[in-house]
């Protein structure tokens, strides 16, 4: 069989398949996803409403990665950057927007594996919250953001 090419360095051709080992899979009690690239199929939910608008965030972005403002600055300029008809969104518009966004392919066969297993699931995520407590929601676990 060939091998495709990654174009990030990836581990596919130094590593021999993983065997699961059922024995130590009965000792886990808790597994935690990211939401963002992991439960979700997308890289990051800011960015799915940044590209819905059509709106960049690059100045905050440098601005916060030099430690010129912090957190809640950084949202805020995100915040404002996402306007409908020159006028700030309302949450009702981004319920609609992200719930277009796609769980990753096999994410809730996962999930219910590990809940058949009586492992409890968790999602921590910097996403945006309207989206990760519809994920939780709709896969049945917990939250923190």
Same mark, same amino acid.
Request: contains cysteine; positive net charge.
């Given at each position: 069989?060939?091998? #495709?090419?990654? *174009?990030? +360095?990836?581990? =596919?051709?130094?590593?021999?398949? %993983?065997?699961? *080992?059922? =024995?130590?899979?009965?000792?886990? !009690?808790?597994?935690? +996803?990211?939401?963002?690239? /992991?439960?979700?199929? #997308? @890289?990051? $939910?800011?960015? %799915? @409403?940044?590209?819905?608008?059509? $709106?960049? *965030? !690059?100045?905050? /972005?440098?601005?916060?990665? =030099?430690?010129? @403002?912090?957190?809640?600055? +950084?949202?805020?300029?995100? &915040? $404002?950057?996402? =306007? !409908? *008809?020159?006028?700030? /969104?309302?949450?009702?518009?981004? &319920?609609?927007?992200?719930?277009?966004?796609?769980?990753?392919?096999?994410?809730?066969?996962? @999930?219910?594996?590990?809940?058949n297993r009586g492992v409890k699931t968790g999602i921590i995520s910097a996403g945006l919250d309207i989206l990760a407590e519809n994920v939780a929601s709709k896969l049945r676990v917990s939250l923190s953001i």
């Open positions: 069989m060939k091998s #495709t090419k990654c *174009n990030y +360095f990836c581990y =596919k051709d130094t590593r021999n398949p %993983y065997q699961y *080992n059922n =024995k130590k899979l009965d000792k886990i !009690e808790l597994v935690v +996803f990211d939401m963002d690239g /992991v439960i979700t199929d #997308t @890289i990051s $939910s800011w960015k %799915y @409403i940044h590209d819905y608008f059509g $709106s960049t *965030n !690059e100045r905050s /972005v440098d601005d916060y990665l =030099k430690g010129k @403002i912090d957190d809640m600055e +950084f949202i805020k300029r995100d &915040v $404002s950057l996402w =306007k !409908e *008809n020159g006028k700030p /969104v309302k949450r009702d518009k981004l &319920v609609e927007i992200l719930s277009n966004v796609q769980l990753m392919k096999g994410a809730e066969n996962c @999930i219910v594996s590990l809940k």
